[in-house]
């Protein structure tokens, strides 16, 4: 149980400017450089408990109380951005993880974007490099080791950081084994993180809040637009393809910025009527990893189904393949496997060779 007085003191150097200081403001240089705090963490009380969370403002001692608290953590530094050389993020990794592995690491903590894990870590925007290093960090940790996050969130804009949170703590949950802390002087994370335990280092509170924190809704507004809207969102797109003018285009929105972007287009069939399928869907890569393009996805199909349309979706995303697997709103019409050769099946050319997995939305009154 980490409980104990942590006490830092700052050498008082004397010069002349100091002195004067001193003079101007009757300041005890010696009782101002000293700072003592009585720290108790009963995390014992908390079973198998898996984030805590130490807060603070800059230069309360977060880090300090955090390594005298948990010796035996591996203590991480995001700021640095430390081990990123390769040509590319993938080959960052450890040399003994499959690439299966790295990439559904990434894609767990929201960094779901193909054409970002082959550039170089430096030209990553920060949200990417935060989820990059969240992502190495917790797969190349063994199961047993508590891992220490200094500095949490603190490089990325705070929109930013609460998705972030959002999709990191999910992936802490499905990891059996791992424990993490995150070191921050934000406190507007705690809702989207929602740790099992706080310690709030400028009171010296621990408040246990498992199961208390609820991550705030998000309004998605959706809304039919124009082909060209697609521009946005072409470069995240793992084909990097074009999108048909003929496509019904819908963009997502919070808070008035674009985040999502899907489009259908006319699947003509000589069996199948009134069929569309899936043309586009696309999150940008600071918005992944909360179920954007699951809810954009369903929204589109729903559309089409009020209409009396069918509408079929083919996606090679392993989150999107395991949440239309779970639920009732979908129905699964070809298993995960290679897609044939194009022209004898009707796939797009650019499906070809992917693992892909085709699904129909049978929408809101079955689920």
């Known amino acids: 149980m980490p409980k104990f007085t942590h006490t830092v003191s700052t050498k008082y150097v004397p010069t002349f400017r100091s002195e004067a200081v001193v003079g101007m403001f009757d300041v005890d240089p010696q009782l101002k450089l000293t700072k003592s705090w009585d720290v108790d963490m009963p995390i014992e009380d908390i079973p198998e408990w898996e984030i805590g969370m130490i807060v603070g403002p800059s230069g309360s001692g977060k880090t300090t109380i955090a390594k005298r608290a948990f010796p035996d953590a591996k203590l991480f530094d995001g700021i640095k ?9 993938v080959d960052d990794f450890a040399s003994n993880l499959k ?4 990439t559904g690491s990434l894609s767990q903590v929201g960094f779901s974007s193909p054409p970002a894990w082959i550039l170089p870590f430096h030209s990553l925007s920060n949200g990417q490099k935060f989820r990059a290093e969240i992502a190495r960090l917790i797969l190349e940790t063994e199961n047993d080791d508590m891992i220490v996050v200094d ?28 424990k993490m802390i995150a070191v921050s002087c934000h406190n507007d994370i705690a809702e989207w993180l929602e740790p099992d335990w706080i310690y709030f280092v400028d009171t010296g509170e621990f ?25 946005l969102f072409a470069g995240h797109h793992y084909l990097n393809a074009s999108c048909s003018k003929s ?62 349309k069918r509408y079929s979706s083919l996606t090679s995303h ?50």
């Not at 287009?265 to 179920?291: A, C, E, S």
């Not at 393949?321 to 709103?329: D, F, L, Q, T």
Request: glycine share 10%; aromatic share 8%; net charge positive.
């Open 81 to 89: 951005h430390e081990g990123w050389g390769a040509g590319c993020v």
């Open 99 to 102: 690439v299966g592995e790295i």
């Open 151 to 178: 500095e949490f969130t603190s490089v990325v804009d705070r929109d930013v950081a609460k998705v972030c949170c959002a999709a990191v703590q999910k992936m802490i949950r499905r990891s059996p084994g791992k």
């Open 207 to 231: 408040r246990v809040t498992r199961g208390l924190l609820r991550r705030p809704p998000i309004e998605i507004v959706i809304r039919r637009v124009h082909h060209s809207t697609w521009r």
């Open 247 to 308: 496509a019904r285009c819908y963009l997502a929105t919070i808070d008035g910025k674009p985040v999502g972007f899907a489009a259908a287009i006319p699947f003509p069939h000589p069996k199948l009527k009134n069929m569309w399928r899936g043309h586009r869907t696309v999150v940008l890569p600071d918005y992944q990893g909360i179920g954007i393009g699951n809810v954009l996805s369903e929204f589109v199909g729903q559309m089409f189904l009020n209409e009396g």
């Open 318 to 367: 392993p989150a999107m393949v395991a949440h239309r697997s779970r639920s009732p709103k979908w129905i699964m019409t070809r298993a995960p496997g290679r897609v044939p050769v194009s022209g004898k099946t009707g796939m797009l050319k650019t499906s070809s060779g992917r693992m892909t997995a085709s699904f129909e939305y049978i929408g809101e009154k079955n689920a």
